[in-house]
């Protein structure tokens, strides 16, 4: 059985660092696209940061210069977050794009989410 396990948040000051990891454990073939969301309180999830396996990463505009996505050769995934901000506060999920078998079609799966607050 596929699982994504989050880990790395906590509380940090206002301009401080955190690295969020993401294991991806299981019987896994390939994994497509690594996400990392977020979710603040009374707010709907948005997409921080992508990466896929041919090397493209993408991040959202409130992110860009502060946070960078990676992803190593196995089945994990990093969000280095510098320069945090209190509106950073979020539950932070990883999710993935992948194939457990090269006959399956590519699914999606995530992880339970790691808090991440952000104090001034």
């Known amino acids: 059985q596929v699982q994504l396990v989050e880990s790395g948040g906590g509380l940090v000051q206002a301009g401080g660092s955190l690295r969020l990891s993401c294991a991806a454990s299981?019987?896994?073939?390939?994994?497509?696209?690594f996400y990392w969301y977020r979710q603040a309180p009374g707010k709907q999830r948005e997409l921080v940061a992508s990466?896929?396996?041919?090397?493209?990463t993408t991040g959202s505009d409130s992110v860009k210069g502060r946070f960078t996505i990676s992803r190593d050769n196995a089945k994990n995934t990093y969000l280095q977050m510098n320069s945090l901000k209190p509106e950073d506060t979020a539950v932070y999920y990883c999710?993935?794009?992948?194939?457990?078998?090269?006959?399956?079609?590519?699914?999606?799966?995530w992880g339970q989410g790691t808090q991440v607050t952000v104090s001034s």
């Open positions: 299981g019987s896994i073939f390939s994994i497509e696209t």
């Open positions: 990466s896929t396996s041919g090397g493209t």
């Open positions: 999710a993935a794009i992948l194939r457990i078998t090269t006959n399956q079609a590519y699914s999606s799966y």
